[in-house]
């Protein structure tokens, strides 16, 4: 029960966050807009069992960001503050300070386009993200962005992950440097899920483009790739519902 005591303290930390459901993001330039609208999945909020009956649910992490057509990053629209500020709580018995955490497995493909790296060669707050940063909403949710000046057709991409999210592909127990390890008993699970979908301007009000699933980011968040093999992936399919993205 000792054990216990301190893993509810984390957990319930970590899962007590909430946001405006509505949000608008991005620099105002009267350019028309862009309406993103995230609809939760039945794993949105991830229930991980603590001890006999009791669980609690951990927050889930995304971020969503524009590219061109030829994959440069334009600029981030949405990210859950958990990455973007490096503000992890510690694990029950982790030595690390507090301010040496670092998750590189959460959202890896969207902190490496944005950055040029990885999560875990940051000593601080990743940059550039302090206006669209947001704690973890409670549940579906909408924003609200400028579309990008001098941009025809652009990419809207979503990278969505849950802490502790394991299962017999990516258990907790998988050693480090293996394929599927994740952070280890305090890490991801599963990884990193990506959507995209293709905006075309000149199909202004033509109705919702919903964002499709296009594989995984790197487990362990070591590199920057997008991986297509979705093999052993199971609820981490089901954190979100579903992602459209309308033109206005």
């Known amino acids: 029960m000792k054990r216990i005591i301190p893993v509810l303290i984390f957990l319930l930390a970590a899962a007590g966050l909430t946001a405006e459901p509505d949000q608008k993001t991005g620099p105002e330039a009267g350019n028309g807009m862009l309406q993103i609208r995230i609809e939760e999945g039945e794993h949105y909020l991830h229930r ?3 001890f006999l009956f009791i669980a609690v649910k951990a927050p889930t992490q995304l971020a969503l960001w524009l590219e061109d057509m030829d994959g440069n990053f ?27 955490l670092r998750r590189p497995e959460s959202l890896p493909l969207w902190t490496h386009r944005s950055t040029g790296s990885t999560a875990d060669r940051w000593d601080g707050p990743l940059p ?5 940063s947001s704690a973890t909403p409670k549940s579906g949710f909408s924003i609200q962005a400028d579309l990008p000046e001098g941009v025809s057709r652009f990419r809207i991409l979503a990278e969505v992950n849950a802490s502790l999210d394991f299962n017999h592909s990516y258990p907790e127990e998988a050693e480090k440097g293996s394929s599927r390890y994740s952070g280890g008993p305090w890490g991801s699970g599963q990884p990193a899920l990506v959507y995209a979908a293709e905006v075309d301007r000149s199909e202004t009000g033509a109705g919702p483009l919903e964002l499709e699933l296009q594989g995984h980011s790197s487990p362990d968040g070591s590199t920057g790739e997008l991986y297509t093999d979705m093999d052993g992936i199971t609820t981490a399919r089901e954190i979100i519902g579903k992602i459209e993205a309308e033109l206005r």
Do not use: H, Y
């Open 48 to 50: 991980v069992p603590v």
């Open 74 to 100: 334009i600029r981030t629209l949405f990210v859950t503050s958990r990455t973007a500020l490096s503000d992890w709580r510690k694990a029950p018995g982790d030595k690390t300070q507090k301010e040496n």
């Open 128 to 132: 550039g993200v302090d206006a669209v």
